[in-house]
């Protein structure tokens, strides 16, 4: 759907919605002047079918999350450029249930009815994942008594003696999905990640569907995920420049805030999905444990994913680790972690220190107070520091510092100081005032 579409379906929905719970006044005209074509498509005349087809006792639903904020949605499914309404609805405790609506000339016809799974709808979204001109219709549904728990169900639309069906295609537990063209070919696969917490022990998976030229849904790949993973936090994927196959990202927590990226990269002679982190005999994905809650994310802009990981980064004791660490995001190449973008983080005094590529395996922290960390070269000589101060007292000593930070914290100053070692290096007081973030805990993106 193009974005011109797509913004006028939400104005379309906005008007209905406000039409059909009637707390604002529109004249029928201001709305008909928005919506093409108007007859039909009016607040009015859609508020008198959805009565009459509905009829009385029901109340809408709005999806939680995602693009569609609103209980109706005019798409046009089949690309005959007759929007469709996708209307979520409810009565009393019943589950909540979808309704989808034609227009027929002046008026509105029921296409099909169908029941939700659950007690509430969470997501709405539309693609056409094989390309054939009719969207699939993919809903999150909340089950019930349990928000954590979700279904997807997808519909597909047809056209059966020229007239529009939609029919239910599969509807599968997840925690996540994803729509992304697997081979290339114009065609989307659908990737629903779920953590069976049912099983013993805890069993999380990506498994991936196709669908066919006849409108049926196959079960094209199964992937598993490490055997300790508890929760599954995001599915996501990019595609590299020159690849024809995406890369899929995963986020997972595991116990005691733990937290790992799977990566499943495409393999042609397998013609499947493989972990290239979980190629040892225990099927664990070491290489990009870390901990703390930090997910994936493109860090650097640049369209690709890099994942988080903390590396010891200093010349003292490993039990004070929890003091500050070297955040290193690493993006993926081939099938290896390449360190791309580094951070010095301080978690005691909330901020962390951007650190050029270059300086990496360069620049030590040495410390042995979190208000004062001193930077130094593989030899340990002193090239800058970070210190944190009482701003009075910093004042009362009159001392001639630059300031990288005197607003965040009240009372506190953040400031640093270059050795000539650090200027011979190549450090100066204006580049650590960019590189310096002050951020709570230290560690967010
Ligand atoms: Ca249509
Ligand atoms: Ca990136």
Same mark, same amino acid.
């Given at each position: 759907m193009n974005k011109r579409k797509a913004l006028y379906s939400l104005i379309c929905a906005v008007l209905l919605l406000s039409v059909l719970f009637g707390g604002c006044d529109?004249?029928?005209h201001s709305i008909e002047s928005l919506m093409r074509p108007p007859?039909? =498509?009016?607040?009015?005349?859609? &508020?008198?079918?959805l009565n009459s087809i509905l009829g009385s006792g029901f109340s809408l639903r709005v999806p939680q999350a995602g693009a569609y904020h609103t209980a109706v949605t005019l798409i046009d499914l089949n690309g005959d450029s007759q929007q469709e309404a996708i209307v979520f609805y409810s009565r009393g405790t019943d589950p909540v249930r979808l309704c989808v609506l034609r227009q027929n000339g002046e008026t509105w016809q029921k296409v099909n009815d169908f029941a939700g799974d659950g007690s509430g709808v969470y997501s709405l979204e539309?693609?056409?994942?094989? @390309?054939d001109g009719l969207s699939e219709i993919f809903v999150g549904w909340f089950l019930f008594n349990d928000k954590s728990k979700k279904e997807l169900t997808v519909y597909s639309a047809s056209m059966?003696?020229?007239? !529009?069906?939609?029919?239910?295609?599969?509807?599968?537990?997840?925690d996540h999905y994803i729509l992304a063209d697997?081979?290339?070919?114009?065609?989307?696969? !659908?990737?629903?990640? $779920?953590?069976?917490?049912?099983?013993?022990p805890i069993a999380a998976s990506? #498994? #991936? $569907?196709? !669908?066919?030229a006849a409108g049926r849904f196959y079960t094209a790949g199964s992937l598993t995920m490490d055997p300790r993973v508890v929760r599954i936090e995001s599915l996501l994927f990019d595609l590299p420049q020159g690849d024809q196959h995406p890369r899929v990202f995963a986020d997972a927590l595991l116990a005691d805030n733990q937290m790992i990226t799977e990566v499943f990269l495409w393999d042609e002679d397998n013609k499947d999905y493989v972990s290239p982190f979980r190629k040892s005999a225990d099927d664990l994905n070491m290489a990009t444990q870390r901990s703390g809650t930090l997910k994936c994310a493109d860090i650097d802009n640049d369209g690709f994913y890099e994942i988080p990981l903390r590396k010891r980064f200093i010349?003292?004791? =490993?039990?004070?680790?929890?003091?500050?660490?070297? !955040?290193? +995001?690493? @993006?993926?190449?081939?099938?290896?972690l390449e360190p791309q973008v580094f951070y010095a983080v301080n978690v005691a005094q909330d901020y962390r220190l951007f650190l050029p590529k &270059? +300086?990496? @395996?360069?620049v030590f922290v040495h410390y042995t107070d979190a208000a004062h960390w001193s930077f130094v070269n593989q030899k340990g000589e002193a090239l800058f520091s970070v210190t944190v101060q009482e701003s009075a007292s910093l004042k009362a000593n009159n001392s001639n510092v630059t300031v990288l930070d005197d607003t965040s914290v009240p009372g506190m100053t953040y400031f640093c100081r270059v050795t000539e070692k650090g200027r011979a290096f190549g450090v100066t007081e204006e580049a650590l005032k960019s590189y310096f973030i002050y951020d709570a805990g230290g560690n967010t993106k």
């Open positions: 529109i004249g029928p007859h039909a =498509a009016s607040g009015q005349v859609l &508020e008198k079918a539309f693609d056409d994942m094989n @390309g059966v003696d020229q007239k !529009l069906s939609v029919s239910v295609c599969i509807t599968e537990p997840y697997v081979k290339n070919s114009g065609e989307k696969q !659908l990737f629903v990640a $779920f953590t069976d917490v049912s099983k013993s990506v #498994r #991936r $569907f196709g !669908l066919d010349q003292n004791d =490993a039990d004070e680790v929890a003091m500050g660490y070297l !955040l290193t +995001w690493c @993006g993926i190449e081939g099938e290896k &270059e +300086w990496n @395996g360069k």
